[in-house]
């Protein structure tokens, strides 16, 4: 018996799993005889098998497998008629006229079956015949079908008959539209334009769409010219595509009337309904110039939704950021109205600092009358833009008001803008604030302003018996860039109260231009009994890569404490020296499972000929993990 009949015997047989298994075998086996027997499973068969000749059927392949799976396109079983356009999706190339000839075919169903199928296609060849059905066939899904195909085929071959049908009944017209789009080609955006003259509103929308995404530039005066005599959504659409496809920077180079005409419209289309034409407006009309934009923007705000319409507020303060600071948006400043105010003064704050400087005295003259939460919007551009002319203003407001946030900004303006006694007392007087955050503006703004009397005090105050005051101190010190403070800060490292003592060596690792000279404070806080103090060294050390400390960072390698071993193992790593590799390998070998995982991955990352050799070695470990790890970082060296 023949390997042929051998397996058609099989499919011929009643038990499941024999069939399936001979499917398998034909489809590997490309057997063509099995073809007639696998086409009576898939209309016969219980799911596993028709799975199977299914599959089958995709690997045999070739024109008897295509011919003899056409019939059942006429199949009464919607399953059956599926699978076999799923099939012929696949294959059809295989014998293209073969399935092109059934688009003669009386039955208009099969008309429809062929012409999706012959979208699959990817042949060239399969564009004639559809093309022929789009523009002859009777029957009106058929139609609607080729123009599908013809844009899933993408050649520009089939253009001119998708224009052609342009002239057909609306439901064949929006397959044709999105068929131009994806075929782009260079006779399409000019024919869309002159179909809006004669299409419904429907398709008419889906045309604008279809040109704002296709990105042809030379339909922009011909779009521009629709507007006039187009009804209000289409032109409303019109603008969302305009922008589309210049940009809203480029709508500048617009000749002054198309931009005066395309403003006019911009300005109707933030009414629009659709929030993505009202976005393409405002990205529109932030190139516009005069008090009517702002105007109109503005009044479009106060119907935004403040939880629900989040873009359309960012795209608002973006476009009002652009038209600038005019007198329409000073007006906004004189309202209570809460929303048109803080997008007013987000929008203010962005621009550039002339334009901010604008608004300065209308800000001041209104701040008082303000709510909380427009106060900070408002605080946060005069803080931007005052002059320290307006210290006065600052002043207050660390003597008035209550709220952190302002106080906070009060003191940055103060510290980076002013240098008076009487500001240098009030910032210092803040740093005794109950609020730690207060405290922190008002240290930094002590030390932005860099005012001698400040100095004085936060010298004095190294002495003080409050552990808060002492760090304050320290701090500012060790960030004076003055190394006449050294020897106080040295002082310091001996203060009983942990974060003094990091403090100091922080203050003194920025001030020494000799970090030769620290290895004694250094060495003794790296035997602080307190772990956070050991660490904490660990990374200032660290952070500074001078090969200086690489002798510490070594002996840290060996702390009772494994995360105080992996934070120095880390800034070892970042020297890339190998020096420091025998000293990992050390480490790798006397301590926890968690120091040598953090070891491995620190040689991969090292990358040298020495820590590749070590990883080699590494993979014959009798942890497993450990294997597994050294040869993730082995292949990220070499994959450099």
């Not at 073809?35 to 898939?42: A, F, G, Q, S, Y």
């Not at 860039?481 to 001996?494: G, I, P, R, T, Y």
Request: aromatic share 4%.
């Amino acid at each position: 018996m023949s390997g042929c009949d051998k397996i058609l015997n099989q499919l011929r047989s009643d038990d499941s799993e024999s069939v399936r298994d001979a499917a398998f075998v034909a489809g590997s086996e490309k057997m063509e005889c099995a073809v007639p027997e696998l086409i009576r499973h898939i209309q016969e068969g219980n799911l596993g098998v028709q799975e199977a000749a299914d599959r089958a059927l995709r690997v045999i392949r070739g024109k008897k497998t295509v011919q003899t799976v056409i019939p059942l396109l006429a199949s009464e079983e919607a399953p059956v008629r599926n699978a076999a356009m799923d099939i012929l999706r696949e294959i059809a190339e295989d014998d293209l006229e073969s399935v092109m000839s059934q688009l003669g075919s009386t039955d208009p169903d099969l008309r429809i079956f062929v012409s999706d199928i012959l979208g699959s296609s990817n042949s060239l060849f399969a564009v004639a015949p559809l093309c022929d059905a789009l523009l002859k066939d009777e029957e009106v899904n058929v139609r609607y079908q080729a123009a599908v195909s013809l844009g899933e085929l993408g050649f520009s071959d089939a253009a001119d008959s998708l224009i052609q049908a342009l002239e057909d009944e609306e439901w064949v017209q929006f397959s044709v539209i999105e068929a131009l789009t994806k075929i782009g080609a260079a006779q399409t955006a000019g024919a869309l334009v002159r179909a809006l003259g004669h299409s419904t509103p429907l398709v008419a929308s889906m045309i604008v769409e279809a040109l704002g995404e296709m990105g042809d530039l030379k339909i922009v005066p011909l779009l521009i010219e629709q507007m006039a005599t187009a009804p209000a959504p289409l032109q409303n659409k019109i603008c969302r595509a305009v922008v589309q496809l210049l940009g809203d920077k480029t709508l500048e180079l617009l000749p002054a009337e198309k931009r005066d005409q395309f403003n006019n419209a911009l300005l109707a289309a933030l009414e629009d309904e659709d929030e993505q034409i009202q976005l393409a407006a405002l990205r529109g009309l932030s190139t516009a110039k005069g008090d009517e934009a702002t105007q109109k923007v503005m009044s479009t705000v106060a119907t935004f939704n403040v939880d629900r319409d989040t873009d359309k507020l960012i795209a608002a303060v973006e476009c009002l950021a652009h038209l600038g600071c005019n007198n329409a948006m000073l007006d906004v400043f004189l309202d209570d109205n809460e929303l048109a105010l803080r997008v007013a003064a987000e929008a203010v704050s962005r621009m550039s600092e002339d334009e901010m400087k604008k608004a300065i005295p209308t800000l001041l003259s209104v701040f008082n009358d303000k709510g909380l939460f427009v106060q900070r919007d408002l605080i946060t551009v005069l803080v931007k833009a005052a002059s320290s002319s307006e210290e006065m203003f600052f002043q207050n407001m660390l003597n008035e008001h209550t709220d952190e946030l302002i106080i906070k900004k009060a003191l940055y303006f103060l510290g980076e803008n002013t240098n008076s006694p009487k500001s240098a007392e009030m910032i210092f007087e803040m740093l005794s604030h109950e609020s730690f955050e207060v405290k922190d503006a008002a240290l930094e703004a002590a030390i932005a302003m860099n005012n001698e009397m400040l100095w004085i005090r936060f010298v004095s105050r190294v002495e003080s018996e409050d552990a808060t005051e002492r760090m304050m101190a320290v701090y500012a010190l060790g960030k004076s860039m003055n190394d006449v403070h050294v020897e106080l800060l040295k002082e310091a490292l001996s203060d009983p109260v942990v974060d003094v003592r990091l403090v100091a060596l922080e203050g003194l690792i920025a001030l020494s231009s000799e970090p030769a000279t620290l290895v004694d404070q250094v060495q003794a806080l790296l035997h602080d009994s307190n772990r956070d103090i050991r660490l904490a060294v660990i990374d200032m050390i660290g952070k500074t890569q001078s090969e200086i400390y690489q002798t510490d960072l070594i002996e840290a390698l060996n702390d009772e404490d494994d995360w105080v071993a992996i934070r120095a193992i880390e800034h070892l790593s970042a020297l890339h020296t190998d020096e420091v590799v025998e000293p990992l390998l050390n480490v790798f070998a006397a301590r926890s499972v968690l120091v040598q995982h953090k070891v491995v991955k620190m040689l991969g990352k090292m990358g040298t000929e020495r820590c590749f050799g070590a990883l080699l070695t590494m993979m014959s470990h009798d942890d497993p993990e450990i294997c597994e790890a050294a040869e993730r970082a082995a292949d990220q060296i070499r994959s450099r």
